[in-house]
C-alpha cells in the first residue's frame, strides 16, 4: 500500500523476494526523493525545476553507461544495468514531478488521467520488468492499478491537496455537479458534493477492478502483493463512503479490522 512521500511505490513488504529488496529500494529513492523535490521545503518553482532537470541529466548519463559519482544514482544504474530497466518510466516520472511544480487544475478526466500515466503507472511497468513478466495484457492491467491508486489517493486527500492549491478533481465534474472550487475552501458535505464524490468513487473502483485479473494472473509473491494492494484500495474506497464522503473532517484510515478483511479478500481472489 502506499508509503512515505510518493505514494504510488508498493512496500518492499515480506513478499517480495530478498533478491529484488536493493533493485526496489534503488527505484524507491529515486521516486521518492524527486517527488521531494517537487513538493517539499521552501524552494522556488524555478529552483524546483532545475533540480528535477539536474535529474534528467543523471538520466541521460545513465544512458550513456557514464559512471555516476552520486551514490543514489549509481546504485540506480547498477539496477538498471542488471535488470535491463528501460529508462522511460523514470522519466516519465519527473515529467509528472515537474508537472506538479506548476499544475494545480486538472480541466478533465483524460488530461488527469495523463498524469496519473506518467506519474503512478510507471512504478507497476518497473516492478513488472523486475519480475520479467512484461506483456501486452500485465501492461494494461498494471496501468488500471496503479492509476487507480493514484485516483483514489487522490479522492482521500482532498482536503490536504486543497492547502496546497491543489484540485485533482477534474474541473469539468466538479461543474457538472454544481460544486464550485471555492467551496473547497470552506467544505460543506452537502447533496452535490456527495453525488460528485459518489460518482469519482464509483469511477476509481471500476478501474481498479478492470485490473484486477493481474493479480490472479501472476504467480507467486507478486500476485499476492498485488492482491493486497487491490483490496487495500478497494477497502479505502468503502471507507469513503462509510464517512458519507466527508473527506474534509474523515480522511479514511486504514485500521487492524480494515487490514483483517483486506487479507481474508485477498485470499478469496
Known sequence: MPVDHYENFP???????????????????????????????????????????????????????????????????????????PLQPFYDLLSAFKQDVSTKRYPSFELLLDYCRRSANPVGLLMLSLYGAVDENNVRDSDAICSALQLINFLQDVGIDRQKDRIYIPLDDLQRFGVAPAELDQPTVGGNWRSLMAFQVARARAL??????????????????????????????????????????????????????????????
Request: glycine share 6%; charged share 25%; proline share 6%.
Open 11 to 85: 512496500v518492499a513488504s515480506i513478499l517480495l523476494p530478498k533478491r529484488l529488496v536493493p533493485a526496489v529500494e534503488a527505484i524507491y529513492a529515486f521516486a521518492r526523493s524527486a517527488d521531494d523535490i517537487a513538493d517539499e521545503g521552501e524552494a522556488s518553482g524555478p529552483e524546483r525545476l532545475a533540480a528535477l532537470g539536474a535529474y534528467e541529466a543523471a538520466l541521460d548519463a545513465i544512458g550513456r553507461a557514464e559512471v555516476q559519482p552520486d551514490p543514489m544514482f549509481a546504485r540506480l544504474a547498477a539496477v538498471i544495468a542488471q535488470y535491463r530497466l
Open 208 to 269: 481498479m477492478q478492470s485490473g484486477a485479473p493481474l493479480a490472479r494472473r501472476l504467480p507467486g509473491r507478486i500476485g499476492w502483493e498485488l492482491r493486497l494492494v487491490i483490496q487495500g484500495g478497494l477497502r479505502i474506497l468503502e471507507e469513503i463512503e462509510k464517512v458519507d464522503y466527508d473527506v474534509f473532517n474523515q480522511r479514511p484510515q486504514l485500521k487492524t479490522l480494515d487490514w483483517m478483511a483486506i487479507l481474508w479478500r485477498a485470499v478469496r481472489m
